[in-house]
């Protein structure tokens, strides 16, 4: 089946730094891929989609020069969460979608925990 | 009102039972329905995809009704290992690809 890692699965930093999550799709190539948040107890809410070689779509209310986006090939996208304030500590999912699938599935990274404090 | 709806639960329920979860969509003009499972604290994976006539998995059974815009999701003889959250998850736009997420129904399935 489809695989998609993130890296790292966890992350602790002070406030003020920033912080770079990578997803990658491993056996597939993924034209989009989606940076979803979850905080606890709560689903999750989709930040952004990232297309590769274009610039990346982001939901309402998430501000672009704090969220950056890279989707760089078919198989990396990566978030830099820059000047982290402790409120964006919360679990970071990607999924991506399989190229040549034509069924709307998202594959999902298994998620990095972040810290800020 | 919420693009997608879900009782949150917890159902708790007892090995064996069966037990089911509804969800209702608001875009009247989604076209693809999914349902996920999700661990605490791990990546939502999906259990099913949702088909307009409805569509059986082993001990699990999702149904569409799209005049009711109403999704449900039926676990028969319910083991420890389903206990999870199980997330009803719309694509109001197959030409976006993306997805929007209910809050999810917790089930806890006890011995």
């Known amino acids: 089946g489809a695989v998609v890692s993130q890296h790292p699965s966890r992350v602790i930093c002070k406030s003020g730094t920033s912080v770079k999550i990578e997803c990658r799709s491993l056996?597939?190539?993924?034209?989009?891929m989606f940076w979803y948040r979850q905080f606890p107890k709560q689903s999750l809410m989709l930040m952004a989609t990232s297309n590769e070689g274009s610039k990346a779509t982001y939901e309402q209310g998430v501000e672009k020069d704090k969220f950056l986006i890279n989707h760089a090939s078919l198989t990396l996208s990566t978030l830099t969460v820059t000047s982290a304030h402790p409120e964006d500590s919360s679990f970071y999912i990607c999924?991506?979608?399989?190229?040549?699938?034509?069924?709307?599935?998202?594959?999902f990274g298994p998620g990095t925990r972040l810290t800020v404090t | 009102r919420k693009e997608v709806e879900q009782d949150p639960g917890p159902f708790n329920v007892p090995e064996g039972a069966t037990v089911a979860f509804n969800c209702t969509y608001s875009n009247s003009a989604s076209q693809s329905f999914f349902w996920y499972r999700q661990d605490c604290r791990k990546e939502p994976k999906l259990l099913m995809s949702?088909?307009?006539s409805g569509n059986e998995d082993g001990r699990f059974t999702a149904q569409l009704n799209r005049a009711s815009q109403y999704i449900s999701l039926l676990i028969r003889d319910s083991k420890l290992s389903d206990s999870a959250t199980y997330l009803c998850v719309v694509n109001p736009n197959n030409a976006g690809n993306m997805l929007t997420f209910g809050g999810g129904t917790r089930l806890m399935v006890k011995p």
């Open positions: 056996d597939f190539q993924a034209t989009t």
């Open positions: 999924s991506a979608r399989d190229k040549t699938s034509g069924i709307y599935e998202q594959y």
């Open positions: 949702v088909y307009s």
